[in-house]
């Protein structure tokens, strides 16, 4: 069984498309994570929530907007998607608050032509 | 904003010699983490420390917090091809924020 799932693993669109990004995780932890890899590989985070409520927003356009329908699903829908999006985003889980210790999806690469 | 260097920022070595990366800040985390990353796959948790000055072992890999639980250290001796991959330190602060490094990518030569 796979704890932190991430739907689509690729994902090839055009600018100007809206997109969605699923992430589902079976561990029973409280709070998700969407990060975002770009191509030095650096992870910065984007959101985060806690049991379904938003606990960080990080300096993310509004074209970003993540949901929460209950503390094991945390989407992520892009609209009006750039060229400047293209990168492999990360759903991931902790079973703590603050303690940091996170568990990945697989993520899921989007490149937009 | 918190920020996590970490040197070097590429490491190739012979398999069966020793290395260090490190992770660096200006700030203080409550716990450190060091995940190791593998192409087309997400980060692994490899361990966590807490306590100022805190050592622990995994196999041939040695993690350190420093003192004032600003930075830390990876030591792996006598690296083996598996241990090829990229390296991410991660700082916990507050509000459950998680800030990762800058990264160090490994590569191990049979």
């Known amino acids: 069984d796979t704890a932190v799932s991430q739907t689509p693993k690729y994902l090839v669109t055009q600018m100007g498309n809206d997109k969605s990004i699923k992430c589902e995780q079976n561990?029973?932890?409280?709070?998700m994570y969407w990060y975002k890899q770009d191509s030095k590989k650096f992870l910065k985070i984007m959101f985060s929530?806690?049991?379904?409520?938003?606990?960080i927003n990080e300096t993310v356009p509004n074209r970003f907007s993540p949901k929460s329908p209950d503390k094991a699903h945390l989407n992520l829908h892009i609209n009006s998607l750039e060229l400047g999006d293209s990168a492999v985003y990360f759903c991931?889980?902790?079973?703590?608050?603050?303690?940091?210790?996170?568990?990945f999806g697989e993520g899921s690469r989007l490149t937009v032509l | 904003t918190q920020l996590l260097e970490q040197s070097p920022q590429f490491l190739s070595i012979q398999e069966g010699e020793n290395l260090t990366v490190y992770c660096n800040s200006s700030?203080?985390?409550?716990?450190l983490q060091w995940y190791r990353q593998e192409p087309g796959e997400g980060p692994v948790l490899l361990v966590t420390?807490?306590?100022?000055?805190e050592v622990k072992k995994l196999k041939r890999l040695t993690f350190q917090f420093g003192d004032a639980r600003k930075d830390s250290s990876l030591h792996i001796t006598a690296a083996q091809p598996g241990d090829t991959g990229l390296y991410l330190c991660?700082?916990?602060?507050?509000?459950?924020?998680?800030?990762f490094g800058t990264g160090t990518k490994l590569q191990v030569i049979p």
């Open positions: 991931a889980s902790s079973p703590y608050s603050g303690a940091g210790e996170l568990f």
């Open positions: 561990l029973g932890h409280d709070t």
């Open positions: 929530y806690n049991n379904k409520e938003l606990i």
């Open positions: 700030s203080v985390f409550s716990s």
């Open positions: 420390v807490v306590t100022g000055g």
């Open positions: 991660a700082g916990a602060g507050g509000y459950q924020k998680v800030t």
